[in-house]
């Protein structure tokens, strides 16, 4: 695993393609995977937020998202190769989980958002399991009871859509407990789907 730092935050040296198969890879394996794909913004905030810093540290992969990394790369010749979206890796590893009988759950959204996503996701992936959803305006008071629900299904893919960085705390909070064989950050997508 190569990994660029820019401001501290380890970046994977990876591509779109590499990553996804990384994520294959991940979904064979017995422990959870977290994986985050910070933006600038995120970087910047993670200069002011040792936890966040923290928590993007000990990810199992970073997805450079967002142009600005790859040109900051450039112009200090890090060796970033492309960027890598959030989005555009979830397009694929919901191709992938359709194909493959893998499951997911999507959590987060306004409520009824998370719901509506799921049925553009079930009209575009051919054979995509959906494990279960929920919205992202929960008490912290809700989040055992959310856990639960989640390890019931037992999804493979935890997509997490709190936004950023409330997302990538969450995951890192709840690793040792979900039950699942990889959670994403993936910020807005779970709008982009519900259109
Ligand atoms: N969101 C949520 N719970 C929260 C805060 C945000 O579910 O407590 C959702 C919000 O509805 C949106 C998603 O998180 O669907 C991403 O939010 P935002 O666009 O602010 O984050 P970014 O894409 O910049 O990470």
Same mark, same amino acid.
């Given at each position: ?8 935050? @380890?970046?994977?040296?990876?591509? &779109? #393609?590499?990553?996804?198969?990384? *994520?294959? +890879?991940?979904? $064979?394996? /017995? ?8 933006? @600038?913004?995120?970087?910047?905030? &993670? #200069?002011?937020?040792?936890?966040? *810093?923290? +928590?993007?540290? $000990?990810? /199992? ?135």
């Amino acid at each position: 695993r190569n990994q660029v730092k820019i401001l501290g935050v @380890p970046i994977d040296q990876i591509t &779109a #393609q590499e990553a996804f198969q990384q *994520l294959t +890879v991940f979904l $064979e394996g /017995d422990t959870l995977k977290k994986v985050y794909t910070p933006n @600038p913004e995120i970087i910047m905030v &993670a #200069q002011q937020d040792q936890r966040l *810093l923290n +928590v993007l540290q $000990e990810a /199992d992969l970073v997805l450079p998202d967002g142009i600005g990394l790859i040109i900051a790369s450039k112009i200090k010749g890090l060796g970033l190769k492309e960027r890598v979206t959030g989005i555009d890796t979830m397009d694929k590893l919901l191709t992938y989980c359709g194909e493959k009988q893998k499951s997911i759950f999507l959590m987060g959204g306004k409520p009824g958002i998370a719901a509506l996503a799921c049925e553009t996701m079930k009209k575009q992936y051919r054979g995509i399991k959906i494990a279960g959803f929920h919205h992202g305006y929960f008490q912290e008071t809700d989040e055992p009871q959310i856990i639960e629900e989640i390890n019931q299904v037992a999804p493979d893919v935890l997509f997490v859509c709190l936004g950023a960085p409330k997302q990538e705390k969450w995951i890192h909070k709840y690793r040792d407990q979900l039950n699942c064989k990889l959670a994403m950050g993936v910020g807005g997508s779970v709008d982009i789907y519900a259109g």
